[in-house]
Protein backbone atom coordinates (compact mmCIF):
# COMPACT_ATOMS: atom_id res chain seq x y z
CA UNK A 1 0.00 0.00 0.00
CA UNK A 2 1.74 3.72 -1.12
CA UNK A 3 0.54 5.83 1.75
CA UNK A 4 0.11 9.78 0.56
CA UNK A 5 -0.42 13.00 2.25
CA UNK A 6 -2.40 15.65 0.13
CA UNK A 7 -1.87 19.26 1.40
CA UNK A 8 -3.85 22.04 0.05
CA UNK A 9 -5.78 24.86 2.02
CA UNK A 10 -8.47 24.47 -0.53
CA UNK A 11 -10.99 22.34 1.02
CA UNK A 12 -12.96 21.55 -1.87
CA UNK A 13 -9.80 21.00 -3.96
CA UNK A 14 -8.43 18.78 -1.13
CA UNK A 15 -11.16 16.53 -0.70
CA UNK A 16 -11.57 16.15 -4.73
CA UNK A 17 -7.73 15.24 -5.07
CA UNK A 18 -8.17 12.41 -2.44
CA UNK A 19 -11.20 11.12 -3.87
CA UNK A 20 -9.50 10.89 -7.32
CA UNK A 21 -6.93 8.87 -5.60
CA UNK A 22 -8.67 6.53 -3.28
CA UNK A 23 -10.07 5.03 -6.40
CA UNK A 24 -6.66 3.52 -7.22
CA UNK A 25 -6.86 0.36 -5.21
CA UNK A 26 -3.25 0.39 -3.71
CA UNK A 27 -3.17 4.25 -2.58
CA UNK A 28 -3.89 5.02 1.10
CA UNK A 29 -5.03 8.60 1.01
CA UNK A 30 -4.90 11.48 3.97
CA UNK A 31 -5.99 14.84 3.86
CA UNK A 32 -4.70 18.01 5.38
CA UNK A 33 -6.48 21.71 4.92
CA UNK A 34 -4.20 23.56 7.38
CA UNK A 35 -0.78 23.98 8.73
CA UNK A 36 -2.18 22.16 12.01
CA UNK A 37 -3.60 19.31 10.38
CA UNK A 38 0.12 18.77 8.58
CA UNK A 39 1.80 18.35 11.65
CA UNK A 40 -0.73 16.32 13.27
CA UNK A 41 -0.80 14.08 10.35
CA UNK A 42 3.33 14.23 9.87
CA UNK A 43 3.87 13.07 13.50
CA UNK A 44 1.59 10.16 13.36
CA UNK A 45 2.81 8.53 10.34
CA UNK A 46 5.54 8.29 7.33
CA UNK A 47 4.33 8.88 3.99
CA UNK A 48 5.72 7.35 0.55
CA UNK A 49 4.17 10.62 -0.87
CA UNK A 50 3.44 14.45 0.08
CA UNK A 51 1.64 16.20 -2.67
CA UNK A 52 1.82 19.43 -1.76
CA UNK A 53 0.14 22.99 -2.92
CA UNK A 54 2.29 25.54 -3.84
CA UNK A 55 0.58 28.66 -2.59
CA UNK A 56 -0.78 28.29 0.74
CA UNK A 57 -1.16 31.05 3.23
CA UNK A 58 0.53 29.57 6.76
CA UNK A 59 3.24 28.01 4.82
CA UNK A 60 3.83 27.65 1.32
CA UNK A 61 5.15 24.87 -0.65
CA UNK A 62 8.46 25.55 -0.45
CA UNK A 63 8.63 25.88 2.86
CA UNK A 64 7.07 23.10 3.96
CA UNK A 65 9.18 21.36 1.22
CA UNK A 66 12.46 22.70 3.20
CA UNK A 67 10.91 21.42 6.55
CA UNK A 68 9.98 17.74 5.29
CA UNK A 69 13.15 17.15 3.88
CA UNK A 70 14.94 18.13 7.14
CA UNK A 71 12.50 16.27 9.44
CA UNK A 72 12.53 13.07 6.16
CA UNK A 73 15.24 13.11 4.02
CA UNK A 74 13.61 10.47 1.79
CA UNK A 75 10.55 12.22 1.38
CA UNK A 76 8.92 11.78 -2.04
CA UNK A 77 7.81 15.39 -2.48
CA UNK A 78 5.69 16.53 -5.31
CA UNK A 79 4.29 19.81 -5.81
CA UNK A 80 0.27 20.32 -6.73
CA UNK A 81 -0.28 24.06 -8.32
CA UNK A 82 -2.16 25.56 -10.94
CA UNK A 83 0.66 28.91 -10.99
CA UNK A 84 3.26 28.94 -13.48
CA UNK A 85 6.57 26.92 -12.07
CA UNK A 86 8.76 29.18 -14.50
CA UNK A 87 9.69 32.23 -11.95
CA UNK A 88 10.23 29.72 -8.94
CA UNK A 89 11.47 26.09 -10.20
CA UNK A 90 15.14 26.11 -9.57
CA UNK A 91 14.36 27.19 -5.79
CA UNK A 92 11.77 23.76 -5.43
CA UNK A 93 14.38 21.64 -6.58
CA UNK A 94 16.83 23.23 -4.61
CA UNK A 95 14.66 22.41 -1.95
CA UNK A 96 14.86 18.75 -2.79
CA UNK A 97 11.33 18.16 -4.41
CA UNK A 98 10.29 15.17 -6.54
CA UNK A 99 8.54 16.33 -9.33
CA UNK A 100 5.63 19.05 -10.52
CA UNK A 101 1.86 18.61 -10.91
CA UNK A 102 -0.30 20.56 -12.81
CA UNK A 103 -4.03 20.60 -11.02
CA UNK A 104 -5.02 20.46 -14.96
CA UNK A 105 -3.56 17.05 -15.20
CA UNK A 106 -5.84 14.81 -16.08
CA UNK A 107 -6.62 11.88 -13.18
CA UNK A 108 -4.20 9.41 -15.31
CA UNK A 109 -1.46 12.37 -15.43
CA UNK A 110 -1.85 12.79 -11.50
CA UNK A 111 -1.63 8.58 -10.91
CA UNK A 112 1.73 8.43 -13.30
CA UNK A 113 3.39 10.89 -11.63
CA UNK A 114 2.93 9.62 -7.80
CA UNK A 115 4.06 6.16 -9.06
CA UNK A 116 7.02 7.65 -10.97
CA UNK A 117 8.45 9.04 -7.52
CA UNK A 118 7.31 6.52 -5.87
CA UNK A 119 9.96 4.44 -7.98
CA UNK A 120 12.24 7.38 -7.39
CA UNK A 121 12.23 8.81 -10.67
CA UNK A 122 11.57 12.90 -10.81
CA UNK A 123 9.01 14.19 -12.47
CA UNK A 124 9.43 17.65 -14.40
CA UNK A 125 7.54 19.01 -17.58
CA UNK A 126 9.15 19.65 -20.50
CA UNK A 127 9.06 23.06 -21.30
CA UNK A 128 11.10 23.55 -17.61
CA UNK A 129 13.83 21.35 -18.66
CA UNK A 130 16.43 24.05 -19.88
CA UNK A 131 15.72 25.42 -16.65
CA UNK A 132 18.29 22.77 -15.09
CA UNK A 133 20.94 24.49 -16.38
CA UNK A 134 20.53 27.53 -16.09
CA UNK A 135 23.51 30.13 -13.97
CA UNK A 136 22.16 33.38 -14.98
CA UNK A 137 18.75 35.09 -15.25
CA UNK A 138 18.30 37.69 -17.52
CA UNK A 139 15.81 41.01 -16.55
CA UNK A 140 14.64 44.29 -18.27
CA UNK A 141 14.68 47.27 -15.94
CA UNK A 142 11.76 49.66 -17.43
CA UNK A 143 14.57 51.65 -19.32
CA UNK A 144 14.98 48.69 -21.34
CA UNK A 145 18.25 47.69 -20.02
CA UNK A 146 19.32 43.93 -19.60
CA UNK A 147 21.21 43.10 -16.05
CA UNK A 148 21.72 39.42 -15.37
CA UNK A 149 21.51 37.76 -11.81
CA UNK A 150 22.70 35.02 -11.07
CA UNK A 151 21.06 32.07 -8.72
CA UNK A 152 23.33 32.55 -5.83
CA UNK A 153 22.28 36.57 -6.31
CA UNK A 154 18.28 35.43 -7.04
CA UNK A 155 18.96 33.33 -4.08
CA UNK A 156 20.04 35.84 -1.84
CA UNK A 157 17.10 38.16 -2.84
CA UNK A 158 14.84 35.84 -1.62
CA UNK A 159 16.19 35.26 1.59
CA UNK A 160 16.33 39.40 2.16
CA UNK A 161 12.87 39.43 1.47
CA UNK A 162 12.30 36.74 3.68
CA UNK A 163 13.04 39.05 6.31
CA UNK A 164 16.80 37.42 7.02
CA UNK A 165 19.71 38.97 8.27
CA UNK A 166 23.21 39.55 6.87
CA UNK A 167 24.30 36.77 9.19
CA UNK A 168 21.64 34.12 8.12
CA UNK A 169 22.48 34.45 4.76
CA UNK A 170 25.80 33.76 5.49
CA UNK A 171 25.40 30.88 7.68
CA UNK A 172 22.72 29.68 4.40
CA UNK A 173 25.31 30.33 1.87
CA UNK A 174 28.61 28.73 4.23
CA UNK A 175 30.25 32.63 3.42
CA UNK A 176 31.23 34.95 5.32
CA UNK A 177 29.44 37.88 6.26
CA UNK A 178 31.60 40.51 4.55
CA UNK A 179 31.06 38.48 1.15
CA UNK A 180 27.03 38.56 2.05
CA UNK A 181 27.95 42.41 1.67
CA UNK A 182 29.62 42.10 -1.29
CA UNK A 183 26.99 40.50 -3.06
CA UNK A 184 24.16 43.15 -2.09
CA UNK A 185 26.21 46.00 -3.13
CA UNK A 186 26.18 44.35 -6.83
CA UNK A 187 22.46 43.73 -6.57
CA UNK A 188 22.07 47.33 -5.53
CA UNK A 189 24.10 48.24 -8.22
CA UNK A 190 22.05 45.93 -10.69
CA UNK A 191 18.86 46.94 -9.59
CA UNK A 192 19.61 50.93 -9.32
CA UNK A 193 18.34 50.81 -5.64
CA UNK A 194 20.18 52.41 -2.67
CA UNK A 195 18.14 50.13 0.43
CA UNK A 196 17.10 46.83 1.10
CA UNK A 197 13.31 47.92 1.10
CA UNK A 198 14.00 48.98 -2.39
CA UNK A 199 15.89 45.82 -3.64
CA UNK A 200 12.61 44.18 -2.67
CA UNK A 201 10.08 45.93 -4.02
CA UNK A 202 12.20 45.94 -7.19
CA UNK A 203 12.77 42.91 -7.41
CA UNK A 204 9.02 41.86 -6.47
CA UNK A 205 8.12 44.73 -9.56
CA UNK A 206 10.64 42.66 -12.19
CA UNK A 207 8.84 39.12 -10.79
CA UNK A 208 12.17 37.79 -9.95
CA UNK A 209 10.84 36.72 -6.63
CA UNK A 210 7.04 35.43 -7.05
CA UNK A 211 4.88 36.61 -4.53
CA UNK A 212 3.62 32.78 -3.87
CA UNK A 213 7.19 32.22 -2.34
CA UNK A 214 6.81 34.77 0.23
Not at 54 to 81: H, R, S, V, W
Amino acid sequence: MIDILVIDDHPIVGEGTKKLLENEEQFSVDLAISLKDYEARINEKNYDVYLIDLNMPEKNGLELTKELMQLKADAKILIFTIHSLTTHFNYLIDAGVAGFISKTYTREQLIRTIWLAVEGLAVIPIELLAQLRRVEKEVTLEEDKNIKLTELEENILYYVAKGHSNEEIATQFHMSKRNVERYLTKLFGKLGVQSRTEMIWKAKELNIIPEVLL
